[in-house]
């Protein structure tokens, strides 16, 4: 059977494999590339969910270059034989969701705060934000939202809903991943 870095040479052959990321549905991989480290996202060939969300956050992430709090897009790999591929920026740190205190930090908190009020504006709402998809960097000092798989762009929405979901997403923040 064909192993993990073979298939990821498939994908792109200067990558080389680091380890995958175990609670994801689709394949998430750390990754390096000439030096530096990286998130390889892969979505599975007939996995509509995985397709669907990988190529959500590439429309979002191809807008949102200038946004700080976010992986950015490295690349796009388009359609793969693995399906739908994305490269991202990696975020090292801890996920919220293992740890054991929560986190009540002001300036951590206005920061993303105003990543979501920038995703905002771009067009993007709905995005699905909880401690999972949100990591702490080694040092308490900084955060970033890691997955933006969820985001709906505000054209499928009546412009009577938008507010709303602008509204929940603030909330979200607040109250799943600030606690
Ligand atoms: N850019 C990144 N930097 C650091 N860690 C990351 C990054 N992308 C993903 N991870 C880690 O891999 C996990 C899964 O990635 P991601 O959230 O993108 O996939 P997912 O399929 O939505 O998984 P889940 O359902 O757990 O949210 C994340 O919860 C995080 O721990
Ligand atoms: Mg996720």
Redesign the pocket.
């Known amino acids: 059977m064909e192993n993990i870095q073979e298939a990821i040479a498939k994908i792109d052959s200067s990558l080389v494999f680091r380890r995958r990321?175990g609670?994801?549905?689709?394949g998430?991989y750390e990754v390096e590339k000439a030096g530096s480290v990286y998130?390889l996202?892969v979505s599975g060939k007939n996995y509509l969910w995985g397709i669907q969300?990988i190529e959500q956050e590439r429309q979002l992430l191809s807008r949102a270059k200038k946004i700080s709090g976010i992986?950015h897009l490295v690349h796009d790999y388009g359609n793969t034989i693995y399906g739908k591929a994305i490269l991202?920026?990696?975020?090292e740190g801890t996920?919220l969701y293992y740890l054991s205190t929560r986190v009540r930090n002001k300036k951590l908190q206005e920061k993303l705060e105003n990543t979501v009020k920038e995703i905002h504006s771009l067009g993007f709402g709905k995005l699905d934000l909880n401690e999972?998809?949100t990591?702490l960097s080694p040092d308490f000092q900084d955060v970033c939202l890691?997955?933006l798989?969820y985001a709906v762009s505000f054209e499928n929405f009546p412009s009577s809903r938008i507010e709303e979901i602008k509204f929940f997403d603030l909330d979200a923040l607040k109250l799943f991943v600030f606690g």
């Open positions: 990321f609670a994801s549905s689709m998430v998130v996202k969300h992986t991202k920026e990696y975020f996920n999972v998809n990591v890691i997955d798989g």
